[in-house]
């Protein structure tokens, strides 16, 4: 009996009021760069640790989340799986203190949370099914991460310099997470 272990992880690179890019297969080096989302714990502006993405001068700041999806295998079968969302400092940056902005990467972070949730939740409608195949998770995961991306860049165009909008997407997003609190993480350490 072969036993795999697999780490999949897509980066959600969020630039403040722009686009989303995604990319395949990157690792994290030290676990210190990592914040894993909490709800009691926010974002600071020391948190963004990376360098300014010089592409755009129009923004201001880029917040990299992702959602880690581990698991183990059994002849193409889960048999064991973690899913977090991850902040990574590193790959995140600010050239700005606004707390307006801040709040604005927080909830980008946040909507990460939300589909960490619903993904936990489909994978619970599997299992509860007896449904292991590999293939269904992955491809769970792969249509919420591109959701995810959509919700995103939804977010930063319809609140681009609008308070009343930000505020509006702050109680719907956290309304969502609470409606999911069945399905949030709790670590075992």
Known sequence: MKIERVILIV???IACCSMTN???GKKFNEEKDEILWDKNRKLTWEDFKG????SDSLIVAGTTS???FEYSTTKNMITNYKLVSIFIK????SITNSIQLLAHEQLHFDITEL???KIRKSFDSLRIKKNYDKENYTLIYNSNILKSQDLNKLYDS???GNNINQNKWIKKISNEILKLKKYEYLSND
């Open 51 to 54: 360098m300014p993405d010089g």
């Open 22 to 24: 995604f990319s395949v």
């Open 115 to 117: 589909y960490a949730r």
């Open 90 to 93: 590193s790959k995140s940056w």
């Open 66 to 68: 992702t959602i880690k």
């Open 11 to 13: 980066p959600l690179i």
């Open 158 to 160: 319809e609140v681009f």
